[in-house]
Nanobody, 126 residues
């Protein structure tokens, strides 16, 4: 089972940027589809972005397309989420997720993923 640890969250002003990191251990990183989800208070956990095992394909929620970029570094067993042009509605806990069997049809569904990090808080002030 893969273990995931997120970092990089914080407080930023509207229009600012943050880069989240998720370090994976305990299993072969390249075997996993990786995803980022977020959850605001009182709301469901929602898909943000995902990246294929090779890193050649990326997928984004419409709400973050053009502003966020997901990437992965196999040598460092780490997946990143670069967040630019942040808005107050981006405020949430951000969670890294991993799954060996996710497909393009399932990667945006949180129940697809069986490995989760503890989350890192992102707060965007207006």
């Amino acid at each position: 089972q893969v273990q995931l640890v997120e970092s990089g969250g914080g407080l930023v002003q509207t229009g600012g940027s943050l880069k989240l990191s998720c370090a994976a251990s305990g299993s072969t990183f390249s075997m996993y589809v990786m995803g980022w989800f977020r959850q605001a208070p009182g709301k469901e956990r929602e898909f943000v972005a995902s990246i294929s095992r090779s890193g050649s394909s990326t997928y984004y929620a419409d709400s973050v397309k053009g502003r966020f970029t997901i990437s992965r570094d196999t040598a460092k067993n780490t997946v990143y989420l670069q967040m630019n042009s942040l808005k107050p509605e981006d405020t949430a806990g951000y969670f890294c997720a991993a799954d060996r069997w996710a497909t393009t049809q399932s990667l945006a569904i949180k129940d697809t993923y069986d490995g989760w990090g503890q989350g890192t808080q992102v707060t965007v002030s207006s």
